[in-house]
């Protein structure tokens, strides 16, 4: 008799152990299956001047070689080596409070009330999201600049020059920073552009590339377009902001920013790439 009950509470083990396991499979499957499902994106109503004068404020940057970083700079920007990018476009100025209040529904900016102002207290992510919309709206590929094609534009492409700041070693001909921004930010625009036509690369807001950042990215020597290290804690942001003092404003610093951060002295600009 002890034996009998002995071999029933083994298989009603047996048996809940193994539905146990069942249940633990399909959770499983419901959550890899709700993780894999690809949230729908509620497109918003923008009109076609909006989105034409998004793609027409592009500005093609022909592919070529250029060397990166600084070796008089900060740790983080040396060695200077050379790199190779492939041609892309990018936007002529940072995306601003209008376009992206067309696109978003909401202004995020700590500065509202300057549709023509970079549109500031934006993260990472949120970038990420407003591209996303952007390129679901025009079936094209906007994306973040790499670090690489940020500064390779930011020197003036191939036929770059090494100034300090974009287009200048004078900041106050190149842009607005913390000596002569009056503490806010400006309608982009305002200040002599670079030598491809791109303005507000050095100051007015800081600007996210796709990439993670690594302090000592550089010494890999990653010649050919290169995206930066596979994870990292940060972001890249580059150019400086109208808070940044001159020093950190130059064309190869770099900063490292969570991507879940916001303030009011960051934005981005967008490239394009052909299809």
């Not at 509620?42 to 070689?65: A, F, H, R, Y």
């Not at 700041?165 to 607005?176: K, L, M, R, T, V």
């Not at 942001?237 to 064309?251: D, E, K, L, P």
Request: glycine fraction near 8%; charge should be neutral.
């Amino acid at each position: 008799m002890k034996t009998m009950r002995h071999m029933t509470l083994n298989v009603l083990k047996a048996g809940l152990a193994m539905l146990f396991m069942l249940i633990c499979i399909d959770v499983s499957a419901q959550q890899k299956k709700k993780k894999n499902k690809k949230e729908k994106i509620v497109l918003p109503v923008v009109s076609k001047e909006l989105l034409d004068s998004i793609q027409n404020n592009m500005v093609w940057v022909t592919g070529g070689n250029f060397v990166m970083g600084n070796d008089a700079g900060e740790a983080d920007e040396r060695p200077a080596y050379e790199v190779t990018v492939d041609g892309y476009a990018i936007s002529k100025y940072p995306v601003t409070q209008r376009q992206w209040v067309a696109i978003m529904g909401t202004n995020p900016s700590e500065f509202s009330g300057c549709d023509q102002c970079p549109v500031d207290k934006v993260t990472w992510n949120d970038a990420q999201k407003f591209i996303e919309i952007l390129n679901a709206l025009t079936d094209k590929k906007y994306s973040l600049p790499t670090e690489a094609e940020w500064e390779y534009a930011a020197k003036g492409g191939k036929d770059w020059k090494q100034f300090r700041y974009s287009g200048s070693d004078d900041i106050d001909e190149a842009g607005w920073y913390s000596g002569n921004s009056g503490r806010h930010p400006h309608p982009v625009g305002e200040k002599k552009p670079n030598s491809i036509g791109l303005y507000d690369m050095t100051g007015n807001v800081w600007e996210w590339c796709q990439d993670w950042y690594s302090k000592f990215y550089y010494e890999q020597n990653e010649h050919n377009n290169p995206v930066g290290p596979e994870s990292g804690s940060g972001r890249v942001r580059r150019g400086g902001s109208w808070f940044t003092q001159a020093a950190s404003c130059r064309v190869t610093t770099r900063n490292s920013v969570k991507q879940d951060y916001m303030d009011d002295i960051g934005g981005f600009r967008l490239v394009l790439y052909p299809n």
